[in-house]
């Protein structure tokens, strides 16, 4: 029997808040994946201010949000290396024998603005030989093709797939959206509400909280 996929998660996480937790448990059940792989960014390369918090507490705050969960696993490469995270370089290693190899199924799990935005993204043609696309719906973007730039559009109405079963057969190539509980969290909100001394509970695990209380992050925009 095939191996089911495997998804990958790369974000920034500055926090890491409900919204990504709810995508990678969605992701997980809506598209069969055999579990998820958070990805850390560590220099993400793509966004015009630095993120606030460091990478190591960026990872240890996704580390503190995914404990207990067995479906998911974290890969801490980017935040270790001094090199600006990219997707595609961090797709070749997975694609490397040893690690996932070339034949295992791959699912880059996006939100509906970080994919729209991916025809920015460093080589990014390349990404579709090496994994899967997995779009999940964020109130306030569009996954219409209508309304993605016409290079992205092409590509997406060439690979589109509304069949998650699909992606156990091939190791990458398709772009399937999925339905997600919609939920109008962002890091950029709850970075807000923290500067201004504003409850964020909720939005975010309690754990995570702790944590960034317990470093004084996010005291400043
Ligand atoms: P920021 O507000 O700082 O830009 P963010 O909340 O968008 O951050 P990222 O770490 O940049 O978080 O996002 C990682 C991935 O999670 C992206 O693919 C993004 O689209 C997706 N994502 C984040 N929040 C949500 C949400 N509420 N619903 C669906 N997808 C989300």
Known sequence: MLEKPLGLFGGTFDPV???????AEEAADALGLARVRWIPAGRPALRTLPPQASAQQRLAMVQLA?????????????????QPSFTVPTLERLRQPGICGPDRSLVLLTGADAF???????RWQMLFDLAHVAV????????????LPPELAAQYRQRFCDDPAALVGAPAGYIVPFAMTPLGISATRLRELLSNG??????LPDSVLDYIHHHSLYQEL
């Open 116 to 122: 729209a935005g991916m025809a920015g993204w460093h």
């Open 136 to 147: 999940a719906c964020r109130p306030g973007y569009s996954i219409q093709a209508d309304d």
């Open 198 to 203: 504003s409850s964020p509970r909720y939005l």
């Open 17 to 23: 808040h409900c919204g990504h937790l709810r995508l």
């Open 66 to 82: 995914v404990a207990g969960n067995r479906r998911f696993e974290i890969d801490a490469a980017e935040v270790e290396s001094d």
